[in-house]
């Protein structure tokens, strides 16, 4: 379980919800956060963001799949490591998170919200709407 501005603590109730029907449940700090001793000058990346993700993953054996889950930017946490690791990853849950653009560059919403910096803020949410459901998969 990842999520951005918030350390894993925020999910000790969920934690031992689901503990207590048999699951065994690890609630991650990303670098930098919490009790991760990384300072923010030493993340430069997405990757060096997630690596307490990517690292956990990796010292799993070979044939144990988990469940991850992701709660807003974590969303991207959970998509990164799911490129490095699917064959170890029985389903991802994107909980109220990002998704990430498989079709665009990562920068794709931000250049269009700086196209529309001179909009009025009313329209420029209206344009943002219209830019991200016409470029959306067909499913």
């Known amino acids: 379980m990842v999520s951005a501005m918030h350390e894993a603590w925020c999910w000790y109730k969920l934690k031992v919800l689901i503990e207590m029907t048999g699951h065994r449940v690890t609630a991650l700090g990303l670098s930098a956060s919490g009790t991760n001793l990384k300072t923010l000058g030493e993340v430069r ?4 963001y997630t690596l307490p993700l990517i690292e956990l993953r990796a010292s799993l054996p070979p044939n144990e799949k988990v469940i991850l889950v992701g709660h807003s930017l974590g ?4 998509a990164l490591t799911m490129d490095k690791y699917p064959e170890k990853i029985s389903v991802a849950v994107f909980l109220n998170a990002f998704l990430p ?3 665009h560059k990562p920068s794709y919403v931000l ?6 910096k001179g ?3 009313s329209i420029m949410f209206v344009n943002l709407l219209a830019v991200i459901s016409t470029n959306l998969p067909e499913v």
């Open 101 to 103: 653009d498989t079709i």
């Open 45 to 48: 990346t997405l990757y060096d």
């Open 119 to 121: 909009l009025s803020l």
């Open 75 to 78: 969303g991207m946490n959970l």
């Open 111 to 116: 250049d269009k919200i700086e196209i529309m």
